[in-house]
């Protein structure tokens, strides 16, 4: 079995152990040799980032046809609309094409840490949260889809990807998870289903045959 370190990415670290400056990577934060980050954050957003140190789960978990639901907290620039939310949730038209329908909501601010630095706000024009889980993970995606439909991000706050939550882990700080199992793909699930779909099928006219065989030699024509 695997293990997973659950990681509250601060802003401005990437995710990568190597770099000019360690304390602006997971070196600065992270001593846990033969772990590896699955996925990535952007230097400018925030929160849960894992790590494991099991190459299958590693590409398990970072690989975009797996569908791993990730969910976002966004600080927008104005009130947004219900139209803008009901956009984000059909799909919005980037420039690398239709993205898939997401879960969308506005939500109250959550508690969360100061950032350093803190975004920039304008004074007469207010902000407003946003809870997003999409089941893909295009580059800057969130930023591009808020942007798209007229309210630019200023703070991205990722919350959790499938099961794994950030929780009160505080920024710099991980949490070790140990016997971490792979749990079956949706396209594993859907062969496996289409398997016993198909050998029920086969069962049903393989039994219907035999009575039919039968039925004919009772009654023959």
């Known amino acids: 079995m695997a293990s997973i370190l659950l990681f509250n990415k601060p802003f401005g670290v990437l995710s990568q152990f190597s770099g000019e400056d360690p304390s602006c990577t997971l070196a600065g934060f992270i001593d846990a040799p033969g772990f590896y980050p699955a996925g990535r954050l952007d230097r400018d957003s925030e929160g849960l980032l894992l790590l494991t140190d ?6 398990h978990i970072s690989d975009p046809r797996y569908d791993k639901a990730k969910c976002y907290w966004a600080q927008v620039e104005g009130e947004i609309s219900r139209e803008a939310i009901a956009s984000l949730e059909i799909g919005v038209m980037l420039k690398d094409g239709l993205t898939k329908p997401a879960r969308a909501r506005r939500i109250e601010a959550p508690s969360l840490w100061e950032r350093d630095p803190p975004i920039r706000e304008r004074k007469n024009i207010p902000t ?3 809870e997003l889980t999409l089941g893909e993970g295009r580059n800057r995606q969130v930023r591009r ?5 007229g309210f630019p991000t200023l703070r991205l706050v990722r919350a959790s990807i499938s099961q794994w939550c950030l ?35 086969s069962h049903s006219r393989s039994t219907a045959s035999s009575k039919r065989a039968r039925g004919s030699s009772k009654n023959p024509s």
Not at 54 to 59: E, K, M, S
Not at 145 to 149: E, K
Request: hydrophobic share 35%.
């Open 128 to 130: 407003s949260w946003l």
């Open 145 to 149: 889809m808020t942007a798209a439909v």
């Open 54 to 59: 099991d190459g299958a789960l590693q590409h």
């Open 167 to 201: 929780g009160d882990i505080q920024p710099g700080e991980y949490r070790r998870v140990e016997g971490v199992e792979l749990a079956p793909t949706n396209a594993v699930e859907t062969a496996r289903q289409t398997r016993g779909y198909r050998s029920r099928s």
